[in-house]
């Protein structure tokens, strides 16, 4: 990845902080402009900041991941059975990472760069689309009490006293 310019590519692309889940994005399409689009994508990306992840969340829709560039990425699915998987989203696809990757609705969910990364862009996709009511933050006793297995991975991907719902708008 030494020849990725990070801070040239979020300048490129317009990203900027995600208010509440984390990372930088930019909205590249929404269907209509109104409060409930049929579909919407998204650039989005982490960076080694250690503040820099997708928090834990869900979503009562599916949410298609699409690996772009950069170090590989992490995501931890909590199952509705309480087990929990950890796919990896990457350029390895030999290796078993994935270039692309639905996460179910209703799965709790967040995402970091894979240990050692500096970059990562990727992108989303929704139908219907992503609204801010559309967004449930994920709060760490509540997870952690109901994934005790994936609790130390919860707790990095959780903010204390952090905000849970988006703001409206988005």
């Known amino acids: 990845m030494n020849h990725l310019d990070p801070d040239a590519i979020i300048t490129r692309l317009g990203l900027g902080p995600l208010p509440v889940e984390g990372g930088l994005f930019v909205q590249t399409w929404r269907s209509d402009p109104g409060g409930a689009p049929a579909g919407t994508a998204t650039y989005a990306a982490l960076t080694d900041d250690p503040d820099s992840f997708s928090a834990m969340h869900r979503l009562p829709v599916d949410e298609i991941w699409h690996f772009y560039l950069g170090d590989?990425?992490?995501l931890l699915l909590l199952h509705p059975d309480g087990t929990h998987s950890t796919p990896r989203?990457?350029?390895d696809v030999l290796g078993g990472q994935h270039v692309q990757f639905v996460v179910p609705a209703g799965y709790?969910?967040?995402a970091s760069l894979a240990p050692g990364?500096?970059?990562a862009l990727f992108g989303n996709t929704l139908a219907p689309g992503f609204h801010s009511g559309l967004y449930e933050g994920g709060e760490r006793a509540e997870l952690t009490a109901g994934w005790p297995d994936a609790a130390e991975r919860i707790t990095a991907l959780t903010r204390p006293g952090g905000e849970l719902a988006m703001?409206?708008?988005l």
């Open 72 to 74: 590989p990425v992490d």
């Open 89 to 91: 989203l990457g350029q």
């Open 108 to 110: 709790w969910f967040g």
């Open 117 to 119: 990364g500096r970059f």
């Open 167 to 169: 703001p409206p708008g």
